[in-house]
């Protein structure tokens, strides 16, 4: 099961909390986010904060694409204490946002509609995993990185693979399926082929995941098994980390081969 939507609106209020923590430790907001080595940490903080904004308004639209909140809207501000309070509205609109609109109701998403589906659910399911990396990237920064916690971490996993790689479009190699293991206990499957890419759960250890609803256990030995923290993974899959911070069984090329894979091409 996914993450209950109170338990995301939590989350959300904790990772951004946690985000304002390392912003606010900084001795300057100079500094160059080793994992955004483009920006700075400031510039990591606009982006955070822009974005709540955006998506708060995207929320509050529905399903029709919203007019972007940060057009006309006054900049970030570059006084600490002023970025900080700045911060903190950005969350609340956004949390008071999803809230209004509870989990059920229609909302614009740029992911395809295959596994993840177009509700506010959703969105702040996915709005959760990019606070909680994004608070990475800040604490890293600062030299006082963190794993994720351990609920946000795995489902942060799940909601990775079913948001921003299930696709449609024709995987471009040879088909292949990398098998997620967390020692938490937890495991899924990607296939890629040229139906695109989907993901499932295996239900326990040592199982085999169905092909579909209805067919037959997919038999097939997979291409690469990759095994770590729910922590780790969550890192690897948004290229915050290296993949040999995994223990690998199999053909590593597929993974490297995933990362530099765009579907839209």
Same mark, same amino acid.
């Given at each position: ?27 300057? *907001? ?26 708060? $308004?995207?929320?509050?639209?529905? /399903? ?20 900080? $309070? ?16 509870? /989990? ?32 990475? !990237? ?8 963190? /794993? ?6 795995? !489902? ?22 990398? !098998? ?40 097939? /030995? ?25 223990? *690998? ?17």
């Amino acid at each position: 099961m996914t993450l209950e939507f109170p338990a995301l609106l939590r989350l959300i209020d904790e990772r951004s909390t946690a985000f304002r923590a390392a912003i606010a430790s900084a001795p300057s *907001l100079d500094a160059q986010v080793p994992t955004c080595p483009e920006w700075t940490l400031f510039d990591l903080a606009q982006h955070i904060g822009e974005g709540r904004r955006d998506w708060a $308004a995207t929320v509050a639209a529905g /399903p029709a694409p919203a007019k972007s909140a940060a057009e006309g809207a006054s900049a970030a501000p570059r006084e600490r204490e002023a970025l900080l $309070a700045w911060l903190s509205e950005s969350t609340d609109q956004l949390v008071d946002a999803l809230r209004k609109a509870g /989990p059920d109701r229609g909302c614009w998403s740029w992911w395809e509609t295959l596994q993840s589906p177009h509700t506010t659910g959703a969105v702040a399911r996915h709005q959760l995993q990019q606070m909680a990396v994004h608070t990475y !990237d800040a604490q890293i920064t600062v030299g006082t990185p963190q /794993p994720l916690p351990v609920e946000v971490a795995l !489902d942060g996993v799940e909601e990775f693979l079913s948001t921003c790689v299930a696709t449609t479009s024709a995987w471009p190699h040879k088909p292949a399926a990398i !098998d997620f293991h967390a020692s938490e206990g937890r495991s899924w499957r990607l296939s890629l082929s040229a139906d695109g890419a989907r993901t499932v759960r295996l239900p326990e250890p040592g199982t085999l995941p169905a092909t579909a609803a209805g067919q037959e256990p997919d038999a097939a /030995p997979a291409s690469l098994s990759a095994r770590g923290t729910a922590n780790e993974l969550v890192l690897i899959l948004h290229n915050r980390i290296p993949i040999d911070s995994l223990e *690998l069984d199999g053909d590593r090329r597929v993974f490297e081969q995933l990362s530099a894979w765009d579907p839209g091409e």
